[in-house]
T-cell receptor
Framework: DAKTTQPTSMDCAEGRAANLPCNHSTISGNEYVYWYRQIHSQGPQYIIHGLKNNETNEMASLIITEDRKSSTLILPHATLRDTAVYYCIVRASGGSNYKLTFGKGTLLTVNP | EAGVAQSPRYKIIEKRQSVAFWCNPI?????LYWYQQILGQGPKLLIQ????????DSQLPKDRFSAERLKGVDSTLKIQPAKLEDSAVYLC???????????????FGPGTRLTVT
């Protein structure tokens, strides 16, 4: 699986959009970009994933560049409960091995 | 829908003792994972089951760690004997198989925090 690079930490004001970047310059054509987050003392939580096109769900939007070498997770109106470590993971879809390789992620702190 | 259940939530043992963790995945999820998360790091996969068969245990320290999923539902992870460096949170996750959900999102339990003294 391709390696990802994320900033160690970011701050965001409550109610504003949080934009979390991720670089994955060695991504292969069959690899998807996944985002998970981990709130303190909880297990990771799936947020969203995408291949080429931008994706949106009730939690967030995922913007993937045309060359697929980077992506941005957008939380449109961050709340204090969005304070968490956010993990960007690149992984092939399908098959029997769904191994997720987590890095250290980005600690997003939402401030009042 | 009930989530992934794990017990105990916390465990403190002395080095060289043994310990076991239990996981009950989401109903219908054939794939089950155990991860180890050391403080300050992301989770690391220890073992993946599909039904009661092992798919990947390449990062499981087999000299001291063992895991089983006898009936393809619940799973236990055991450490014997424990070392100081085993202090971590042990996370269980489950997912549908590829034919049901190619994207394979994983759903995690709350974890068991192990402290080895």
């Amino acid at each position: 699986d391709a390696k990802t690079t994320q900033p160690t930490s970011m701050d965001c004001a409550e109610g504003r959009a949080a934009n979390l970047p991720c670089n994955h310059s060695t991504i292969s054509g069959n690899e998807y970009v996944y985002w998970y987050r981990q709130i303190h003392s909880q297990g990771p939580q799936y947020i969203i994933h995408g291949l080429k096109n931008n994706e949106t769900n009730e939690m967030a939007s995922l913007i993937i560049t045309e060359d697929r070498k980077s992506s941005t997770l957008i939380l449109p109106h961050a709340t204090l409960r969005d304070t968490a470590v956010y993990y960007c993971i690149v992984r092939a879809s399908g098959g029997s091995n769904y191994k997720l390789t987590f890095g250290k992620g980005t600690l997003l702190t939402v401030n009042p | 829908e009930a989530g992934v259940a794990q017990s105990p939530r916390y465990k403190i043992i002395e080095k060289r003792q043994s310990v076991a963790f239990w996981c009950n995945p989401i109903s219908g999820h054939a794939t089950l994972y155990w991860y180890q998360q050391i403080l300050g790091q992301g989770p690391k996969l220890l073992i993946q089951f599909q039904n009661n068969g092992v798919v990947d245990d390449s990062q499981l320290p087999k000299d001291r760690f063992s895991a089983e999923r006898l009936k393809g539902v619940d799973s236990t992870l055991k450490i014997q004997p424990a070392k100081l460096e085993d202090s971590a949170v042990y996370l269980c996750a489950s997912s549908l198989v590829a034919s049901q959900r190619p994207s394979g999102e994983q759903y995690f339990g709350p974890g068991t925090r192990l402290t080895v003294t």
